[in-house]
């Protein structure tokens, strides 16, 4: 499966953003989604994740309450929507995908199969 998250941008702190990641190759619905992101300092960790119907939803403590994950199967698509953005969001923004979510998702580097290439988002202070 590809993938391309798009999405990202310069946003003030307490400001809100939507990412999308866009997939195309093999059945979108038969895969666990998720977000990762990256900055220079910090090796690339988990965001959120979503089961393939959409049912299950995991979030990192440091987004919980703040990021919502979801996905239109119809479309292709999965989206984070970012509110409350602070100044330590700032990273590069990965778009995932596998069979399951699991354990491996949250091992450095991340335990994934398939990845898109980032979107950056920028929260300034």
């Known amino acids: 499966v590809q993938l391309q998250a798009s999405g990202g941008g310069l946003v003030q702190s307490g400001g809100s953003l939507r990412l999308s990641c866009a997939a195309s190759?093999?059945?979108?619905?038969?895969?666990?989604m998720g977000w990762f992101r990256q900055t220079p300092e910090k090796e690339r960790e988990f965001v959120a994740a979503?089961?393939?119907?959409?049912?299950?939803?995991y979030y990192a403590n440091s987004v919980k309450g703040r990021f919502t994950i979801s996905r239109d199967n119809a479309k292709n698509t999965m989206y984070l929507q970012m509110n409350s953005l602070k100044p330590e969001d700032t990273a590069v923004y990965y778009c995932?995908?596998?069979?399951?979510?699991?354990?491996?998702?949250?091992?450095?580097?991340?335990?994934?199969?398939?990845w898109g290439k980032g979107t950056l988002v920028t929260v300034s202070s």
């Open positions: 995932a995908a596998d069979d399951l979510y699991g354990s491996s998702w949250h091992r450095a580097p991340p335990g994934v199969h398939y």
């Open positions: 190759g093999r059945t979108f619905s038969n895969y666990a």
């Open positions: 979503i089961s393939w119907k959409g049912r299950s939803l």
